[in-house]
Nanobody
């Protein structure tokens, strides 16, 4: 049984940083693509980043620069570092696994529907 548990969210002021964590049980992140996506209040899911079995990372076009995905193999934990937070970054952040690959190039997809499982999410609120 795969279980993903996110942590690290909270309320921060614009310009601040957060590091989100995702601890996995019943699953090894290096088995498939894994990643993060978010859902703004009243909005749709937005892909952020994905990481491949060999550590190669992919970012959604609008997420380059301020977001960094990484993993700790020994702890079987996935991370998302977010810098220079903006109010529009507010939302629920989800860790996801069992991700699919893009058919055109075989790289991990960052699109939320590409992931087979996700955690319950962690809330991020950024005030101006």
């Amino acid at each position: 049984h795969v279980q993903l548990v996110e942590s690290g969210g909270g309320s921060v002021q614009a310009g601040g940083s957060l590091r989100l964590s995702c601890a996995a049980s019943g699953y090894t992140f290096r088995s498939y693509c894994a990643g993060w996506y978010r859902q703004p209040p009243g909005g749709i899911h937005e892909g952020i980043a994905a990481i491949d079995r060999d550590g190669t990372t992919q970012y959604a076009d609008s997420m380059e620069g301020r977001f960094t995905i990484s993993e700790d193999k020994a702890k079987n934990t996935l991370y998302l570092q977010i810098n220079d937070l903006k109010p529009e970054d507010s939302g629920k952040y989800y860790c996801a696994a069992e991700g699919a690959r893009q058919s055109r190039d075989g790289k991990c997809s960052t699109h939320p529907p590409a992931f087979g499982v996700r955690g319950r999410g962690t809330q991020v609120t950024v005030s101006s």
